[in-house]
């Protein structure tokens, strides 16, 4: 069943401005993570936070989770048009040799230069 | 150097056919997965796995089969297409339960007419 939900679905800023992007879930998980994909391409990543880790920056990205509400968040600051792209949250459980991701539908940001 | 790489990068066919999409990776990564996305974008595990083991089997019809005759390669065959097949397939890699992390190939975009 689907795990990560993103909102808003689509968000389309001026170049300059914040984005921020929400992600919720529903069972436990080790860690959460999101992943950007341009358009016609692969996923990337971009961070991970631990279940028991509440902020993580990397550059200008700022990550929050709140395991009490199931609930994530993505803050990219002073976005940029190479910014445009769909960003996905992704749950991670440990399985039997590795990590399961389920991904979210995703957030599909536009960046307006 | 591409890191995980599949081939092809396009396929269009006709609905009974069978087709097989390939995958490498060169990143040394013990563990390898493939995802189905879908027009509005779900991306969904399909299998994964892990030095050539199967270790995550969704439910995913049994006209697909994935193979993996060594741990730097993972296909995946499918028989009898159907339209309902058509979609973009990931192959994506991790170093299985040290690294929770995953890194995505370009994707295979299959069109069945």
């Known amino acids: 069943s689907q795990q990560g939900e993103e909102d808003p679905q689509a968000l389309s800023i001026q170049e300059g401005e914040n984005a921020t992007m929400n992600c919720s879930y529903k069972t436990s998980i080790n860690n959460l993570q999101w992943y950007r994909q341009n358009s016609g391409r692969g996923l990337v990543h971009l961070i991970l936070i631990r279940s028991n880790e509440r902020e993580k920056h990397s550059g200008r990205l700022r990550v929050t989770l709140d395991t009490s509400k199931k609930s994530s968040s993505l803050l990219i600051t002073a976005s940029r048009a190479a910014d445009t792209a769909s960003y996905f949250c992704?749950?991670?459980?440990?399985?039997?040799?590795?990590?399961?991701?389920?991904f979210g539908k995703g957030t599909k940001l536009s960046v307006i230069p | 150097d591409t890191a995980v790489s599949q081939t092809p990068k396009y396929l269009v066919t006709q609905m009974g056919n069978d087709k097989s999409i390939k995958c490498e990776q060169n990143l040394g990564h013990d563990t390898m997965y493939w995802y189905k996305q879908d027009s509005k974008k779900f991306l969904k595990i399909m299998f994964s796995?892990?030095?050539?083991?199967?270790?995550i089997n969704e439910t995913v019809p049994n006209r697909f089969s994935p193979k993996s005759p060594d741990k730097a390669h993972l296909n995946l065959h499918i028989n009898s297409l159907e339209l309902g097949d058509s979609a973009v397939y990931f192959c994506?890699?991790?170093?299985?339960?040290?690294?929770?992390?995953?890194?995505f190939g370009p994707g295979t975009r299959l069109l069945v007419l």
């Open positions: 796995y892990n030095n050539k083991e199967l270790i």
């Open positions: 992704a749950t991670a459980r440990r399985g039997a040799g590795s990590y399961q991701l389920t």
């Open positions: 994506a890699s991790s170093q299985g339960s040290r690294e929770e992390t995953q890194y």
